[in-house]
C-alpha cells in the first residue's frame, strides 16, 4: 500500500515539475527520436525553426515556456526541436518538405509524418491545432499516403494541393500543379476551384504558361473568381516584377514586357494603380538608361511609394546612379533622398535613410 501510494506521489510531481517547466525539449538527433518514440508508442512533436524567424521566437520565449503548454505536450509528445539551418535540419526540412517557418511537424509512433501546422499560435491556439489535427483523417501526411501509394484523380489533387500549398512544400506543390494541370480543361481551370494554380508565384511567376493562360482568359476568370481577386493577384504580381526591374534584380523582363503590363495595369481595378504606374514609368527609365528621367521620377514618385519601397530603392538606385559615373545626377538624387525624408512614417527608416544619403554625400 505504502509502495503505492509512493509510486503516485512520484508520478503526480513528475507531472507537476513538467507543467512547471514547459516543455521539455528533449536533445536527440531526429533517428533516436524516432526510436524512442516506436519504443514509448508516444508521437513525436518536432519544432522546425530558424534564428531569424520572429514567430519562431515568440514560441519559444512565450508560449513553449508555459505550463499549459508542458501539462499537453510533456504527457503525449516526444518532444524535439531543430534549427533548419544548423546541424541535421538542413537536411531534415528537405526530407520532411519544410518551406515555412515555425513549421510543427506531428508524426506518429511508426515514423510516419500526420501533419504539419505552420506559424505561430497562442497556448490555447498551439494545443487545439495539434489536438484537431490529430484526429483528422484529411491532414496533409494521410494525404501523402494516399499520393503515394498512386491516387490521382482530380479531385483528390485539388484537395492535396491546398494541403500543399498551406504548409510551404513547394517542390511537392509543383510536382503536384503539373500532373493535375495535364488532367485539366481550359474550361476547368477558370474555375474558383482551380484558381491556387494561377494565385501563387511557384506555380504562375511572370512569364509562365499559368500567367499567359491567367491573362489570355481574364474576363472568364472574373466570372468564375471574381474581379477582385483576378485584379489583385495581377497588381500584387506585377509589383514584384517591375519594382525588381527598379532595384536593379531584374535584368530579363523587356521593355515590351513592361508595354505589356502598364497596358493591363490600366484596366485593373486597384487603389494601387497610381503606385503601379510609377513603378512602370521608373522601370522604362531603368530599361532605357534615362538617367534624367529617372531623377525626374524618383523626385515625382518617391510620395507614392511605401517606407519598405523607399527603403528598397534608396541604394539601387543609387548604385545605378554610380555605374552611368554621373556625380552630378548623383548629388541631385541625394537632395532629392534627403527632401523626403520627412515623409517617412517610421522612426527606423528614417535612420537608416538619413544614415544613407549623409553617407553617400560624404563619399561624392
Known amino acids: 500500500m505504502k509502495r503505492t501510494f509512493l509510486i503516485l506521489i512520484i508520478s ?3 507531472g507537476w515539475l513538467w507543467a512547471q517547466e514547459g516543455v521539455k525539449f528533449e536533445e536527440l538527433t531526429f533517428q533516436e527520436a524516432l526510436e524512442k518514440a516506436k519504443a514509448e ?24 515556456t508555459r505550463a499549459e503548454a508542458g501539462d499537453f505536450f510533456n504527457i503525449h509528445f516526444v518532444n524535439v526541436k531543430y ?36 506559424g505561430g499560435s497562442d497556448v490555447a491556439g498551439i494545443i487545439n491545432r495539434v489536438e484537431n489535427s490529430m484526429k483528422s483523417e484529411k491532414t496533409v501526411g494521410t494525404l501523402t499516403v494516399r499520393y503515394e501509394r498512386g491516387e490521382r484523380d482530380k479531385q483528390f489533387l485539388l484537395e492535396y494541393l ?26 476547368e481551370k477558370v474555375e474558383s476551384a482551380c484558381w491556387s494554380l494561377f494565385d501563387n508565384n511557384d ?12 491573362l489570355e482568359n481574364r474576363k472568364q476568370f472574373y466570372r468564375h473568381v471574381g474581379r477582385e481577386k483576378v485584379d489583385t493577384r495581377l497588381a500584387n504580381l506585377y509589383a514584384g516584377v517591375l519594382s525588381s526591374i527598379v532595384w536593379g534584380r531584374d535584368t530579363k523582363t523587356t521593355p515590351d514586357d513592361v508595354k505589356v503590363m502598364e497596358r493591363v495595369i490600366r484596366e485593373l481595378q486597384t ?23 529617372l531623377l525626374k521620377l524618383c523626385c515625382k514618385e518617391f510620395p507614392r511609394f511605401s517606407d519598405a519601397d523607399v527603403m528598397m530603392m534608396v541604394m539601387p538606385v543609387s548604385v545605378y546612379f554610380r555605374s552611368q559615373e554621373d556625380k552630378e545626377a548623383l548629388k541631385e538624387f541625394v537632395e532629392i533622398g534627403k527632401a523626403f525624408i520627412p515623409n517617412l512614417n517610421i522612426q ?5 535613410v538619413s544614415y544613407y544619403f549623409t553617407e553617400l554625400e560624404r563619399q561624392l
Open 41 to 64: 508508442n508516444r508521437w513525436i512533436f518536432l519544432d522546425a525553426y530558424t534564428s531569424w524567424c520572429g514567430p519562431c521566437r515568440m514560441m519559444a520565449e512565450k508560449v513553449f
Open 162 to 187: 491546398e494541403a500543399l500549398l498551406k504548409v510551404s512544400d513547394i517542390r511537392q506543390v509543383r510536382e503536384v500543379a503539373a500532373l493535375l494541370t495535364e488532367q485539366l480543361t481550359d474550361t
Open 203 to 214: 506555380l504562375a511567376p511572370f512569364g509562365s504558361a499559368n500567367y499567359h493562360f491567367l
Open 348 to 352: 527606423a527608416n528614417v535612420d537608416y
Open 271 to 293: 487603389d494601387r494603380k497610381k503606385q503601379l504606374l510609377a513603378y512602370v514609368a521608373m522601370a522604362n527609365a531603368y530599361k532605357k538608361k534615362d538617367t534624367g528621367k
Open 83 to 118: 534549427d533548419m539551418e544548423k546541424g541535421e535540419g538542413p537536411a531534415l526540412a528537405k526530407k520532411l518538405g519544410i518551406g515555412a517557418y515555425p513549421t510543427f511537424v506531428l508524426i506518429k509512433p511508426d515514423g510516419t509524418v500526420h501533419d504539419k501546422l505552420v
Open 12 to 14: 503526480l510531481l513528475s
